[in-house]
C-alpha cells in the first residue's frame, strides 16, 4: 500500500494497526472471519469504479459487460452451492437484505414474527429500534426458561394465536441447531412466509455442518461474511416465482447501483466455499466451539443452553460475579476479542448485560484447533477472574500474542 502510505499516511498508519490487532489477537467475535487474498483483492478491484443501476442484461448504465458477467457469474455459483432456484447477490447487508424481503412480501401493517433480540434474535427480525418493528407489527417468540432453547411447540402455539404473515428464524446469539423443517411445518399450518435469516451460519450450511433451510423455507437471507468467509455483503435466495418480487424491493425499491467489487469478491468466496478444504473448515469450526466450550464449562462457566451446536457459545457470567462489558473489555487487554451480549432472561440492560458472546470462525481460519480451544478456555478464565489486574492481563497479551503468531491469519502479513 505504498501509493495509500504516500497520498494519506494518517489513515494508511491506522489500517496498518488494524492489521497488527487482527494478525495478534485471538479473535473471538462469532460475526467475524477472515477472507483470503483472493477476496481482497477483488474487494480492492477497478470493479470500484463502475456504476451498474439494474441487473444483467437489464442495465440503465451502458459499459456493464463485463459486470453482467461477473454478476451473472456469481448468481450461478450461489445457486448451485445452495441449492435455491433464485438468487439476488446485490444487497450491500443483512439489515437491508430482511428489509428487502419484507418490502416484496409483506404489507405495512403485516404481522411478522421472529425470534425476541434478548434471547438471541436480530433486530431486523421486528424488533422495536428498528424499522422493521415500526413498519410491521412484531410478535415474537423466546427460548424456554429452563432448557434456554426454543420450544417448537410454544412457537406452534404462538403461530396458531397470532397467525403472522411472516415467521422469521434466524438468530444472532442462539447456539443450538435451528429445526428449519419443523418452522417451515408450522409456517404452512398457519398459512404463513417463512423467512430463514442464515447470516451466522451460511457457511456452515454449506460445509455440511448444519442442515439447510433451502427445502423448508420461502425465502433465505445471509450476509456472506461470517463463516462463509467472503467481503461484507449479503445475498438474497428464493423460490423461482418470488425471484421477480424479490429483485425489484432490492432495486429499485430500496437502493441503487450494486458494489460490484464486493459482488465479485463474494463469487471469490463462493467458489472458496464449494471446496472440499472448506468443508472441512466448517466442520472444525463447530468442533473448536464444542471443544472451547467444554473447557469452559469444566472451569466452572455457565453457558445458556448447557453448550453448543453451531459455531458460537454464549455464557452467563453471573455465578462468576463479573458483568459481560467488564469481561470483554478485560479479555481485549489480554489479547482475546469478544463482545458482551445479554443473554435469556437477562436482568441487566442491554448495554451492561450478564454475559459475553464467544465464536470460533475466525480463529478456525487460522488453523488452531482443539488444543489451542483449551489453552483459550484457560485464559478466558484467567482474564475474567483477574479483571483488573493489569498484570495478568498484560501477561495473557503477550502469551495470546506469541500463540497467534504460530497460526498466520490469511490474507495478512505478520507484522516486522
Not at 96 to 102: G, I, R, S, T
Not at 258 to 273: R, S
Not at 367 to 391: K, L, R, Y
Request: glycine share 10%; with cysteine; aromatic share 6%.
Amino acid at each position: 500500500m505504498e501509493e495509500l502510505k504516500r497520498v494519506d499516511p494518517e489513515i494508511y498508519h491506522l489500517i496498518k494497526e488494524e492489521e497488527r490487532y487482527q494478525v495478534e489477537s485471538v479473535r473471538l467475535i462469532p460475526s467475524e472471519n477472515y477472507v483470503s487474498k483472493a477476496v481482497l483483492e477483488a474487494t480492492g478491484s477497478v470493479l470500484a469504479n463502475k456504476y451498474s443501476e439494474g441487473y444483467p442484461g437489464k442495465r440503465y448504465y451502458e459499459g456493464q459487460r463485463y459486470i453482467d458477467l461477473i454478476e451473472s457469474m456469481v448468481i450461478d455459483r450461489a445457486k448451485a452451492l445452495f441449492g435455491a432456484e433464485h438468487a439476488n447477490v446485490q444487497p450491500y447487508s443483512g439489515s437491508p437484505a430482511n428489509l428487502a424481503v419484507y418490502f416484496a412480501m409483506l404489507k405495512q401493517g403485516d404481522k411478522l414474527m421472529g425470534l425476541s433480540l434478548p434471547h438471541g434474535g436480530h433486530l431486523t427480525h421486528g424488533w422495536n429500534v428498528s424499522a422493521t418493528g415500526i413498519f410491521w407489527k412484531p410478535v415474537h417468540y423466546v427460548v424456554d426458561r429452563e432448557t434456554q432453547r426454543i420450544d417448537y411447540d410454544a412457537v406452534r402455539d404462538m403461530a396458531r394465536r397470532e397467525r403472522p404473515r411472516m415467521i422469521v428464524t434466524g438468530a444472532t446469539a442462539y447456539p443450538r441447531q435451528l429445526d428449519f423443517k419443523i418452522f417451515g411445518e408450522i409456517a404452512k399450518e398457519v398459512g404463513a412466509l417463512l423467512l430463514a435469516d442464515i447470516s451466522h451460519i451460511a457457511g456452515l450450511i454449506v460445509g455440511g455442518a448444519h442442515p439447510s433451510p433451502i427445502p423448508h423455507a420461502d425465502i433465505v437471507t445471509t450476509t456472506t461474511h461470517k463463516t462463509l468467509r467472503g467481503p461484507r455483503g449479503a445475498m438474497i435466495l428464493c423460490r423461482r416465482e418470488l425471484g421477480e418480487k424479490i429483485d425489484k424491493a432490492v432495486f429499485p425499491g430500496l437502493q441503487g447501483g450494486p458494489h460490484n467489487h464486493t459482488t465479485a469478491a463474494i463469487g471469490v468466496a463462493l467458489k472458496e466455499a464449494a471446496s472440499p478444504a472448506f468443508k472441512e473448515y466448517a466442520q472444525q469450526v463447530v468442533r473448536n466451539a464444542k471443544a472451547l466450550a467444554g473447557e469452559l464449562e469444566r472451569r466452572g462457566f455457565n453457558l445458556v443452553s448447557g453448550g453448543t451446536d453451531n459455531h458460537l457459545i454464549l455464557v452467563d457470567l453471573t455465578s462468576k460475579g463479573v458483568i459481560g462489558k467488564t469481561a470483554a473489555h478485560a479479555l481485549d487487554r489480554a489479547g482475546i476479542v469478544c463482545n458482551y451480549n445479554t443473554v435469556p432472561y437477562d436482568t441487566r440492560k442491554p448495554f451492561s448485560p450478564s454475559g459475553i458472546r464467544l465464536g470460533t470462525p475466525a480463529i478456525t481460519s487460522r488453523g488452531m484447533g482443539e488444543a489451542e480451544m483449551q489453552q483459550i478456555g484457560a485464559w478466558i478464565d484467567e482474564a475474567v477472574s483477574h479483571a483488573s489486574d493489569e498484570a495478568v492481563l498484560e501477561r495473557i497479551l503477550r502469551d495470546a500474542n506469541q500463540m497467534c503468531r504460530r497460526f498466520p491469519a490469511p490474507g495478512l502479513l505478520l507484522p516486522g
